[in-house]
């Protein structure tokens, strides 16, 4: 399977039970991408833990989910932030992002979550310029946060119909593709790491670069 493709397959497991990052159906993934590089495409540089993430996919008729294991040198969270709802600013701290472009779409959505359960989800209308941060996503998230290991993992629902809703397109089938892109936020500057798992290749950190988007692969 080429690199820049990762597979979500169709599940019949009960949404509640999936939004366990401990969950049988999380255990074996058929398969994971490695976010191990830096936007410019350069491994991280780091004194301590690994600063890697692995990110799996499972879909149904009316949700996306995503698992994300994460490793990090020193934790950098802000415990002040609500748990309840999308928080603006939540990039700003350890974040664990998928970017996602439905087929027949301009513009696509960002979702974040952070070692704490906190979550941000936003519709990218034209990147820095046009973002609706109101937009109401319905995104659920649950992330465990291990430190004596310095690792985190979490899981995200990311219902169809929100999508749908701010931009017309037909929900996923098996064999559809999408566009997408995962991503790792972690540390604090000046030694902040900024991982794609498609590296974007511009000059200074930046995550909003559609043409970089890897292929999402819809499969039962």
Not at 200 to 209: A, E, I, R, Y
Request: with cysteine; glycine share 6%; net charge negative.
């Amino acid at each position: 399977m080429p690199e820049n493709c990762i597979f979500s397959y169709r599940t019949a497991e009960n949404p509640k039970t999936l939004l366990d990052p401990g969950a049988d159906a999380w255990k074996n993934p058929a398969q994971t991408a490695l976010i191990s590089r830096l936007w410019n495409g350069k491994d991280p540089l780091t004194s301590g833990p690994e600063v890697i993430a692995t990110a799996a996919s499972l879909w149904n008729e009316t949700s996306i989910f995503f698992l994300f294991r994460c490793g990090y040198e020193k934790l950098h969270v802000n415990r002040e932030y609500p748990g309840d709802r999308s928080v603006e600013g939540l990039w700003d701290y350890d974040v664990a992002e998928v970017f996602i472009k439905p087929a027949g779409c301009s513009g696509y959505f960002e979702y974040e979550v952070s070692p704490l359960s906190q979550y941000l989800a936003a519709h990218i209308i034209k990147p820095w310029k046009n973002v609706d941060f109101t937009w109401d996503s319905q995104m659920k998230a649950r992330a465990e946060l291990d430190e004596k290991s310095s690792s985190w993992r979490a899981v995200i629902e990311l219902p169809f119909q929100p999508m749908a809703g701010a931009e017309p397109f037909k929900r996923p089938e098996t064999g559809d593709i999408w566009r997408a892109n995962l991503l790792l936020a972690l540390g604090a500057d000046p030694s902040r790491h900024y991982m794609c798992w498609q590296p974007t290749l511009t000059k200074d950190p930046d995550f909003h670069v559609p043409a970089a988007f890897g292929c999402l692969i819809f499969k039962n």
